[in-house]
């Protein structure tokens, strides 16, 4: 099949249609929505293209890609909004089932003035549900509940998309070196910030700088599809930045105490 016909068998898979049917009801649809491009893994790229040429031919049709890399040149980008009070506590309620426990949840989150790392996004929510049920007097500090909400976001299997694996010690390595070269230069390209750190982990793991750029791009792509990295583009940038600023901070400070004991 070619890409428009998969793009019509999809979008029909439950209208009983033939293909033929489906060419003449959706040969110029109003709306397209490609949901998941990050999904597509080591084929977003090819994936990327195709829906480039497919927008080519298709003008008046509105496309919607969801994805959090910045891949589609050209394109409008436009960012998710954070989470309201209302959507924070819809989701508690989902992972909690007790409205009591909500209540004394969102109490802890103001207590600790963390209402505004909740509204990032649903997985850092979910990661500080998780903290709150577990014990959240363990961690009386925002420095160890940082901590915390990597280490669960670096071990907790995803619960939308396949998990990708990288080793554990260069993941927390080259995020802390993303953490410290951002916060020192928040423009930084994706392309330098690339480099620089291929040439951090050539020199520190003694491995050919090859090697080292495959990997960065792997850990990269590890941390975006984690949801603590989002790839973003801003004009006609290309740069990686954190989902919340405290987060970036706090690997910055860790790269910097592993450099300065």
């Known amino acids: 099949h070619t890409f428009n016909d998969s793009i019509l068998i999809n979008s029909t898979d439950k209208l009983s249609l033939t293909l033929e049917k ?12 490609a949901d998941g491009l990050d999904e597509c893994e080591e084929d977003c790229f090819m994936i990327a293209e195709e829906l480039e040429n497919w927008a080519a031919g298709h003008l008046s049709t509105k496309i919607i890609v ?11 980008f436009l960012k998710l909004l954070p989470l309201k009070r209302q959507d924070i506590i819809k989701f508690a ?60 976001a670096y ?40 480099e620089l750190i291929s040439q951090k982990i050539s020199n520190d793991f003694s491995i050919k700088l090859f090697d080292a750029r495959q990997e960065v791009e792997k850990v990269l792509f590890f941390w975006i599809n984690n949801r603590i990295l989002e790839d973003v583009k801003i004009g006609t940038d290309d740069l990686i930045i954190f989902t919340h600023k405290t987060i970036n901070s706090y690997v910055a400070a860790c790269c910097i105490c592993e450099r300065d004991p």
């Open 155 to 194: 071990k907790r299997p995803l619960q939308d998309r396949k998990s990708s694996k990288v080793d554990e010690e260069i993941a927390y390595k080259i995020l802390n070196i993303i953490g410290l070269k951002i916060l020192e230069n928040p423009n930084l390209s994706k392309r330098k910030l690339k």
């Open 66 to 76: 969801t994805t959090r890399t910045g891949i589609l040149g050209g394109w409008e």
């Open 22 to 33: 489906a060419k003449f009801a959706l040969g110029e649809p109003d709306y397209l929505i």
């Open 93 to 152: 309620q989902r992972l909690l089932e007790d409205s009591l426990k909500v209540e004394t949840f969102l109490k802890w989150l103001e207590t600790r003035n963390n209402i505004s790392l909740a509204s990032t996004n649903p997985l850092i929510l979910g990661f500080l549900v998780q903290i709150y049920q577990d014990n959240p007097q363990e961690i009386p500090n925002r420095s160890m509940l940082y901590e915390k909400i990597i280490t669960l």
